[in-house]
């Protein structure tokens, strides 16, 4: 009940393209949904997070959409490009409680 | 205003040996967490601290591995008697307060020869 699973993968899309990457929790008490993005060698870097409040929240270029009845969230990256190649990590946590759950990654490559 | 520093950022240690990683927070920031990243797989739980208190210790291996985190200094993550399957990435995070954004430090490579 703890995990978050993610998928896909690995993901290929080609300069402006817009990849979806989607993750599915189990747990009803997170009520925190951060996506942080990591490149090789570097720690992970926060990009955007959501509450269950909403159903959409943008940043940017960033976008996360949120389905609290399924209990899914996913991450939409619009014009997407080759500087966008790196790990995308979603993850949850119950606000009390603090600690993140990750899911498992996807490594995106954006083809210019 | 400085992000999260770690240091060392690579360490070699031979098996048997003792590994220590630190970590001081952002300024301002009384909350630590530590996470571990084994090759080829997601980042993983380890442990919550808050000055001199360890809040939340669930995901430490029950042996050899401790972590403090002192009124005064980094966050200190210790591996005794360290083993190959030890060798990972340890990435500390700092947060301003429970339940908040967490912001992660470069991390530190540890590999045991």
């Known amino acids: 009940q703890q995990q978050v699973k993610q998928s896909p993968q690995s993901l290929i899309v080609q300069k402006g393209g817009i990849p979806i990457i989607n993750c599915a929790y189990e747990?009803?008490?997170?009520?925190?949904f951060p996506w942080y993005q990591q490149f090789p060698g570097k720690g992970p870097a926060l990009l955007i997070a959501i509450r269950p409040d909403v159903s959409e929240k943008k940043e940017g270029r960033f976008t996360i959409s949120f389905n609290k009845s399924a209990k899914q969230f996913s991450l939409h990256i619009m014009d997407s490009q080759p500087g966008d190649s790196a790990t995308y990590f979603c993850?949850?946590?119950?606000?009390?409680?603090?600690?993140?759950?990750f899911g498992q990654g996807t490594e995106l490559s954006v083809k210019p | 205003n400085a992000g999260v520093m770690q240091n060392p950022r690579h360490l070699v240690r031979r098996r048997g040996q003792e590994a220590r990683l630190r970590c001081s927070p952002m300024?301002?920031?009384?909350?630590v967490y530590w996470y571990r990243q084994l090759p080829e797989e997601g980042l993983k739980f380890m442990v919550y601290?808050?000055?001199?208190?360890?809040?939340?210790e669930s995901g430490m291996p029950k042996e050899r591995f401790s972590a403090e985190f002192p009124k005064e200094g980094p966050s200190i993550l210790r591996i005794q008697q360290v083993v190959r399957g030890d060798s990972a990435a340890y990435f500390c995070?700092?947060?301003?307060?429970?339940?908040?954004?967490?912001?992660f430090g470069p991390g530190t490579r540890l590999t045991v020869t």
């Open positions: 993850a949850a946590s119950r606000g009390q409680g603090g600690k993140l759950i």
């Open positions: 601290l808050q000055k001199e208190n360890i809040i939340d």
């Open positions: 747990n009803t008490a997170f009520d925190y």
């Open positions: 300024k301002g920031h009384s909350h």
């Open positions: 995070a700092s947060s301003p307060q429970r339940g908040r954004e967490q912001y």
